[in-house]
């Protein structure tokens, strides 16, 4: 197998990327918040901007390769394998580079049709399928691997579990592009080696119950073929399991989730023997847990509603928003252009497509929550509360 990963951007390069990176996704209003304790206040309008959000150091690295590889195969076609991060902006913004996109199909005969052999790989932050990273290799492309440290690390768990005999319990989204390759992991590593992913803490319950009463009857039923290894028989695979967890998954529900199965194989087997049955580690990213963090500590600190931004199809987003609307009104946007009105809004409930609401800015005074996802650049969060103070009439502040 050859062996063509890129190395990591020159101090050169870094330097040059890092000056148009600041260009494209800075911005002087969030710098401006930063410097005054993350809160702004413009006649009966205060804004607070959550103290941990946007760009993690896994979505900064992730776009900084992308861009420093354009600079350093600037007469060479380079192809994503997916999106880079999930914001659509960013997205775009690679695609003007002339940075490509495989096709989104299962079909390799048309994702690879239009490869060539001097093209460059561009793995995003969620890692790639290790059967697609295997052809590559195979293939001879020259790679640029951006995959997040955070996810490297949760296959290296699920990879210890299949060399152990446990079957990886994986608490996540079971097309998430990072849930995707983290299971792949799991097969390459041992032909034996399988795999269950579980949504949320409904379907934990439910998984618990079965392991107690050993009745695998409804199984199959409530969970689907494309949630499990081919060839999983419950009986056999789950009296051994190690918990693992996509990486932007909600905080408090991975460790429930944990502690719902080891009650259940403790139950099954007694306790003494629950160390010898399951594993667990927490593999929650610490910008996932950073972020979930500052949203509790403006909530507790007292926000009327909760603006946040970033991609529809951000897992790590939606979570912000799961934490913010239990307890306000809360919007999921992806940019300033969903703030239509001070009536009129376009915004993502919890599990559904977006829609537009109305009544989302009432008049007299408010206190607005703002935060972003880890792949939300500070460029759309200035413009989002440029939007808010326009929509409420009072100015800009001074930010010299």
Known sequence: MTRSFSKAPSKEIRAQVGVQIESDFSSRLVGYLRENGYQLEAGDTTIKLAAEFGFCYGVDRA?????????????????????????????????????????????????????????????????????????????????VDTTCGSVLNVWK?????????????????????????????????????????????????????????????????????????????????????????????????????????RAAIGERYGAGETESHFLSFDTICSATEDRQRAVKELLADGVDRMIVIGGYNSSNTGHLLELSSAVIPAYHIVDAGCLITPERIVAKPNGREPVEMTGWLPEGPQVIGVTGGASTPDSIVGLVIERILQLRGVPLPSLT
């Open 63 to 143: 776009i900084e390769y992308a861009f420093a590889a354009r600079h350093r195969f600037p007469n060479r076609r380079i192809w994503l394998t997916g999106e880079i991060i999930h914001n659509p902006g960013v997205n775009e913004r690679l695609r003007e580079m002339k940075i490509d996109f495989l096709p989104n199909t299962d079909d390799k005969s048309v994702r690879y049709a239009d490869l060539a052999k001097d093209d460059v790989i561009l793995i995003p932050a969620f890692g790639a399928d290790s059967e697609e990273m295997t052809y590559f290799l195979n293939e001879g492309y020259e790679i």
């Open 157 to 261: 768990r699920v990879r210890k579990y299949a060399n152990e005999g446990f079957t990886a319990l994986v608490h996540g989204k079971f097309d998430h592009e990072e849930t995707i390759a983290t299971v792949s992991q799991v097969c390459a590593e041992s032909p034996d080696g399988h795999y269950l992913v579980v949504l949320d803490l409904e379907e934990a319950r439910e998984l618990a119950a079965m392991i107690v009463s050993g009745d695998w009857s409804d199984f199959d039923r409530k969970f689907p073929e494309h949630a499990r290894s081919k060839g999983f028989d419950p009986a056999r695979d789950l009296m051994r399991i190690g918990v693992a967890n996509q990486t932007t998954m909600l905080e408090s529900e991975s460790r429930e989730i944990g502690e719902i199965v």
